[in-house]
């Protein structure tokens, strides 16, 4: 078998069998395809597209290249949930702890944030001493034990993804449904779940801007996972505006308690509900929607959630007071308004915009060597649709750095548009793929 034949098949509109695919993962995985070779065929692929058979060979593959994660010592259906990334992303924070304390292990990996915020593992970090360099045994004890543990990634962890992806982000490969579909979805049949829920974003601050695009996504991976024999559904939801009202690493933390308390945004208690409730129906724990749903209100009412996020605060070397005590948590030693310009309704706020005003702070990382300051970041005091009066407070900047706050403060205001009549409203909750 011979890459320059792999290459002229796909470049020609041919469908590349199991075996090819096969061939030229594990050649590159090793080194022994060189980079020129495997951009042409992502360049043919890019032009000629992927057939569904093509899609799941390249996924498998990607996702066997390197360590399969076994949860089979952890009792019960292990159920995952990936969200494709935006503003203000704290999803994991509260809703691990609402599913565990309904009974279903989630045994979660999770990567460090490049970009506006941190990731799930830097937020974490917030609570002082937690780790989530665990082993393998201490993972599974935990998930056992605590019902929830969350490990970082390993490099051992689809290692070809990673490679082909770096690759696809310098020969402008990346913008291709498959391959996203299949980077994806590599990842989460590697770390071992029985079953897959997946928030796909969509607007502003989403990777698919586009509800079409989001929608043709989430449909290629509930179908991935479905010819890969894992339970999987897709919830797409929106992203032009930041989800909740804080934006920033203890910021989200912070807020994220908060709805374990009872006292979310809407929004955000609306996301955790909808891909919570589908957690269990997928983890077998009831077959109703509405009754999933209740589960997870009642779990919040009478605070269990909230104790089993400080039992995994603990269990994982962080301090589980803070749980209690959210004001211990990292502060920045600056807070200055944003204020409204003038009288009117917040009409639409560019959340991509909202997000580098974090990364100006100091809240996410422009290299994998920045340093983040977990205390800065903003949180909003008017979201889309609500009415403002002229001086009235748009948001709140947290900063360590007064220079910084005020170039944040004037992107921000770039950002917050404010219109004479309130803009027509539409559905957080987009759809549902099952």
Request: glycine share 10%; aromatic share 4%; net charge negative.
């Amino acid at each position: 078998m011979r890459m320059y034949d792999i290459i002229m098949k796909k470049r020609n509109g041919g469908e590349l069998s199991e075996q090819e695919i096969r061939f030229f993962i594990e050649g590159y995985t090793r080194g022994e395809i060189p980079d020129y070779q495997v951009s042409a065929l992502m360049m043919a692929v890019y032009f000629q597209k992927m057939t569904e058979a093509e899609t799941l060979a390249l996924t498998m593959a990607m996702a066997e290249s390197g360590d399969m994660l076994d949860l089979s010592g952890i009792k019960g259906i292990k159920v995952d949930k990936h969200s494709t990334g935006g503003v203000g992303d704290k999803t994991s924070l509260a809703l691990a702890p609402m599913v565990a304390a309904c009974g279903i292990p989630v045994a979660k990996m999770s990567g460090r944030g490049l970009g506006h915020t941190g990731g799930t593992i830097d937020k974490l970090e917030s609570f002082s001493g937690f780790t989530t360099a665990l082993t393998r045994e201490n993972f599974i004890e935990n998930v056992n034990r605590v019902g929830i543990a969350i490990m970082g990634q390993t490099g051992d962890l689809a290692p070809a993804d990673k490679k082909l992806y770096a690759l696809r982000d310098v020969t402008a490969t990346v913008d291709n449904l498959s391959l996203i579909a299949s980077s994806i979805m590599s990842k989460k049949l590697a770390a071992g779940a029985d079953a897959i829920v997946l928030d796909v974003k969509t607007g502003s601050g989403a990777f698919m801007k586009r509800e079409e695009d989001a929608r043709a996504l989430a449909e290629e991976m509930v179908k991935i996972g479905k010819n890969a024999g894992r339970k999987t559904v897709a919830v797409i939801s929106d992203m032009d505006q930041p989800l909740g009202y804080a934006v920033g690493n203890a910021l989200e933390v912070k807020e994220a308690i908060d709805t374990l308390r009872g006292r979310g945004p809407a929004d955000f208690v609306e996301l955790c509900l909808t891909l919570g409730s589908r957690m269990l129906m997928a983890g077998g724990r009831c077959a109703d929607v509405s009754r999933a749903r209740q589960m997870l209100e009642n779990v919040i009412a009478d605070g269990s959630a909230c104790r089993k996020l400080a039992e995994f605060v603990e269990a994982q070397g962080g301090d589980a007071g803070m749980v209690s005590h959210p004001e211990l948590l990292p502060k920045a030693p600056i807070v200055c308004p944003v204020p409204a310009p003038a009288d009117g309704y917040v009409s639409r706020i560019l959340c991509d915009e909202v997000g580098v005003c974090s990364l100006l702070l100091g809240g996410g990382r422009e290299t994998k060597e920045s340093v983040i300051d977990l205390s800065v970041g903003l949180v909003l005091c008017k979201k889309v649709g609500d009415p403002v009066k002229k001086g009235e407070p748009l948001a709140f900047l947290h900063a360590g750095d007064a220079s910084k706050a005020q170039e944040a403060v004037r992107r921000y205001l770039g950002a917050c548009m404010i219109s004479d009549a309130p803009p027509a409203g539409t559905p957080f909750i987009k759809a549902v793929i099952e």
